[in-house]
């Protein structure tokens, strides 16, 4: 639920950055996230949780995403751009290789309401110090760049939907959130469970997968800004479905286990740098709030789509077999679809958006 709600809001806070910044977007989010986990930890009712964490939640998640943060730093960067969105958007790798192993210890060693509470409370400090500090360089963003998007929605959404480069980016980061978002994300640790593997070694392997995240973010932005980016991105897609041969034949070998978690971290979140600069220069600066917008949301629908596959998979077949190979298979689509694209660095005029 929490992923259909940021399928659906997202294009709309995109829009919003497009014409008036981020720091309400980034601050307001993070406050309404800590409010949906509140909710929970308060009133553990499972109507409550769905409604606090999926409706509440995910309308949080759909205001502090990555395509709100890949859009201000691309707008404030034209060299190094690739490399200046993988920093910027590796805090996601970070916080879930801190955050998902401090949870797991919490929730197995400690209360589960006191850590879903501490987890509210570091957003609702995050959201403080965004509020204090963001304003003014957004300030200056909005002084250097072109005036926002001025063209009517419905006519800036006709360019996208009928522009083929969209297509191939939205539909190839709908399959991305499949494979991450919906298989992983979703699935990894009862997989790993279900494998015999205790909570808390699993939760750090999950862990080491996002610190390996957080360096190949880094790399991908650097390769992003020297080389050809949809022979990139169609690489970290053909190379991302390997891993998910590697899982399927994971059984109870936790060296197994490790080199997933290798050869997944690296090809993760390294979609984003790449994804987010071809949207800067073939779509346009000028709508790439709301062309991210409806990708990320993409993305998110996607995910939920592959968070609804590994469970209904995985009842008739009591494995996740099945689910793996979903997402070996979608990964090699997503690799051939992005061949397609063309590199064209210098960007090109567009409806809204020439630069």
Excluded at 41 to 50: D, H, K, L, N, Q
Excluded at 86 to 114: C, K, N
Aim: net charge neutral; charged share 10%.
């Amino acid at each position: 639920m929490a992923l259909v709600v940021i399928g659906l809001v997202a294009p709309v806070t995109g829009n919003y950055v497009d014409r008036h910044g981020v720091c309400a977007l980034l601050a307001g989010g993070l406050l309404v996230v800590a409010t949906g986990l509140v909710l929970f930890a308060v009133f553990p009712i499972a109507a409550v949780y769905i409604l606090g964490y999926g409706l509440v939640g995910g309308l949080g998640f759909a205001t502090c995403n990555d395509h709100v943060i890949s859009t201000a730093v691309a707008r404030v960067f034209d060299k190094r751009r690739g490399l200046a969105i993988g920093i910027a958007t590796s805090g996601s790798s970070v916080g879930q290789f801190i955050f998902v192993p401090l949870l797991t210890m919490g929730l197995s060693y400690f209360s589960w309401r006191w850590s879903i509470a501490a987890a509210a409370l570091s957003c609702t400090v995050l959201a403080a110090v965004i509020w204090r500090t963001l304003e003014p360089s957004q300030e200056d963003v909005n002084q250097a760049i072109a005036t926002p998007a001025s063209e009517p929605l419905l006519n800036r959404l006709k360019f996208l939907v009928t522009n083929p480069t969209f297509h191939i980016l939205f539909w190839s980061f709908f399959i991305c959130g499949i494979t991450t978002t919906g298989a992983i994300e979703t699935h990894f640790l009862p997989y790993a469970a279900f494998c015999g593997f205790p909570s808390v070694p699993a939760s750090g392997i999950y862990g080491l997968t996002a610190a390996i995240n957080f360096a190949a973010m880094f790399l991908s932005g650097y390769l992003t800004d020297r080389v050809n980016r949809p022979r990139l991105l169609g690489s970290i897609y053909l190379v991302r479905s390997l891993s998910f041969i590697v899982l399927m034949n994971v059984g109870t070998s936790y060296e197994m286990m490790i080199l997933f978690a290798v050869i997944y971290g690296i090809f993760d979140y390294s979609t984003v740098p790449p994804t987010a600069s071809l949207v800067a220069s073939h779509l346009g600066l000028k709508i790439m709030g709301l062309a991210m917008g409806l990708i990320s949301g993409g993305h998110a629908l996607g995910g939920a789509l592959g968070a609804f596959l590994g469970g209904y998979l995985f009842d008739p077949f009591a494995r996740y077999t099945e689910m793996w190979w979903v997402a070996f298979g979608t990964a090699i689509l997503a690799g051939v679809m992005v061949f397609m694209l063309r590199e064209n660095r210098e960007g090109r005029g567009v409806l809204a958006g020439a630069h």
